[in-house]
């Protein structure tokens, strides 16, 4: 007799479960933070810069300034967020505005720290200096993880009618999958045509 057809049953009830598992474990949710810094910039204004005296020290000024993006992409509330700074940054600017604590290590770092941030929800940072440099973003991290740094970019804009013609599509595709791997296994453990 063949090892499938006599011990089939048992084999499915015990793989059942596993993938159960397995699938569960995977796509639990969870927080997922991500930051990109897509822009930045440093301005050469054409103003002179004088010291107390009066006296011209430099004939132009320079304005650094950089945007930060902070995003939940999971589908768990991320709490406790900090942006940890080389420095403090001289201006800081938040959209949308919501509440924040800020306080500088022993050793300078400066850090921002906000309460919560729920899922598909963004900060976006702007930070600038004026006759020096910017600092890095050294980390970004929650109670729940520690963020990825990743490059954004412009995505042009789809129309509702073909995103839901490719969702469509994609489960047509995923269901017609699972119905031929369960055809198989039945064809492979009980010698069955469908």
């Known amino acids: 007799m063949n090892f499938l057809s006599a011990y089939g049953k048992e084999i499915v009830s015990l793989a059942v479960p596993l993938l159960t598992w397995i699938l569960n474990s995977g796509l639990k949710a969870k927080a997922k933070l991500v930051w990109a810094s897509p822009h930045f910039?440093?301005?050469?204004?054409?103003?002179?810069?004088?010291?107390?005296?009066?006296?011209?020290v430099s004939p132009t000024q320079r304005v650094c300034t950089a945007s930060i993006k902070v995003i939940?992409?999971?589908?768990?509330t991320a709490t406790k967020i900090e942006l940890v700074f080389n420095w403090k940054p001289q201006y800081?600017?938040?959209?949308?505005v919501r509440h924040y604590e800020h306080k500088t290590d022993q050793?300078?770092?400066?850090?921002?720290?906000?309460?919560?941030?729920?899922?598909?929800?963004?900060?976006?940072?702007?930070?600038?200096?004026?006759?020096?440099?910017?600092?890095?973003?050294l980390l970004v991290r929650s109670a729940e993880c520690i963020a990825k740094n990743v490059r954004l970019s412009w995505v042009g804009y789809s129309s509702p009618l073909k995103i839901n013609i490719a969702r469509a599509l994609l489960l047509l595709g995923a269901s017609t999958f699972i119905y031929l791997a369960i055809v198989l296994v039945q064809f492979l453990v009980l010698r069955t045509p469908a």
């Open 41 to 56: 910039f440093h301005f050469l204004v054409q103003e002179p810069l004088n010291d107390p005296e009066g006296n011209v």
């Open 72 to 76: 939940n992409t999971g589908r768990e």
């Open 92 to 96: 800081i600017n938040l959209w949308p």
């Open 107 to 137: 050793d300078g770092r400066h850090i921002l720290i906000f309460d919560n941030l729920s899922p598909k929800e963004e900060i976006g940072i702007e930070i600038m200096c004026i006759n020096r440099d910017l600092p890095e973003l």
